[in-house]
């Protein structure tokens, strides 16, 4: 989204923190090949089979209303059908399982009054899962706005949006802020991030290759890369995103960065441009390329662990 790029850009030709190493792209894009831009976050584990249209969105809207932070010590972790997950997929895995429990997860007026106790069975794991009361709060909102707004209907959101990747962004950021608003500010520079609001569309996108919804959604190659903290800590590990000595001392004894300070808004918007200048390497040879898609590929590379990780950065927030 050029709302995004164009804010973080600056911040690519100030950072003092980070910065971007060219050459490691160069080798970074040497790796890829064309598989590697199928996958996808959902599978039959967390996708809602027979789901109406309206429930499919729901199901995207709520999850990525709730798709941030899972990190500490020891992190949020559920067990379902003996399987243990953690992070995203635990979220989701938790959501389908809370749905089929008879919880009305997707029903706007159900979470306009969501009673404290059943969100917390739906989130019960080895511990409580972070920035719970935030959450909470967030699904609330929610509900009262999709009620008030859009006629107790999710899919009148991104019908609003026309079905457009970018407007459907700009929706939910406008509609829902308390939400989707993802922005800071830089030295008097007003920054763009909105990764959850991004998220949306790409993952419905990702529903409509497995046949859950219908509709297409159009300008998924204009969303840019969902700036978190597990994509940065694998640009990281292949070399492409540089930090300096104090911020990697901070990062690898993982002490808490605050959210909207100078280091914590390098990392996401390198993040942001390391992906983009990645894509348009890789556009030469995989014509399919695009921010998003190479940002999934980083980050499904992160979910592979080897033993010599260097954390991620450490900051507690509800917008990732």
């Known amino acids: 989204m050029k709302i995004i790029l164009d804010s973080t850009k600056p911040i690519i030709e100030q950072s003092k923190h980070v910065r971007i190493n060219r050459e490691a792209i160069l080798e970074f894009a040497k790796t890829i090949a064309s598989g590697d831009f199928e996958q996808s976050e959902y599978n039959n584990e967390t996708i809602i089979e027979n789901g109406s249209n309206e429930e499919q969105v729901a199901y995207s809207i709520v999850y990525n209303s709730l798709n941030f932070c899972y990190w500490g010590q020891p992190k949020w972790a559920i067990t379902i059908d003996r399987k243990n997950y953690d992070g995203s997929f635990a979220m989701l895995r938790a959501l389908k399982k809370g749905l089929e429990k008879g919880y009305r997860l997707l029903n706007p007026q159900y979470l306009t009054s969501l009673p404290e106790e059943d969100l917390k069975t739906v989130f019960l794991g080895n511990v409580e899962i972070p920035l719970f009361k935030e959450r909470l709060k967030l699904l609330k909102n929610l509900g009262q706005i999709v009620s008030q707004k859009f006629d107790g209907s999710f899919f009148n959101i991104i019908k609003k949006g026309q079905l457009d990747a970018v407007k459907i962004v700009e929706v939910l950021v406008k509609d829902f802020p308390k939400i989707f608003n ?7 520079q007003k920054v763009f991030f909105h990764k959850r609001a991004q998220l949306v569309p790409a993952h419905l996108v990702d529903l409509e290759k497995f046949g859950l919804i219908s509709e297409k959604i159009t300008s998924y190659d204009q969303l840019t890369a969902f700036a978190d903290y597990k994509v940065p800590q694998i640009l990281r590990k292949f070399n492409i995103l540089e930090y300096d000595k104090e911020l990697t001392e901070k990062v690898d004894n993982m002490i808490k960065i605050p959210a909207g300070s100078d280091e914590e808004i390098e990392i996401r918007a390198n993040t942001i441009w390391a992906i983009e200048l990645a894509t348009q390497k890789l556009m030469e040879k995989f014509p399919q390329a695009s921010a998003a ?10 979910q592979t662990k080897s033993p010599d990780d260097k954390p991620y950065h450490r900051t507690r927030t509800i917008w990732y």
Do not use: E, S
């Not at 993802?182 to 008097?188: I, P």
């Not at 898609?293 to 992160?302: C, N, S, T």
């Open 182 to 188: 993802d922005t800071a500010n830089y030295h008097g």
């Open 293 to 302: 898609k190479v940002d999934g590929i980083f980050w499904f590379r992160g």
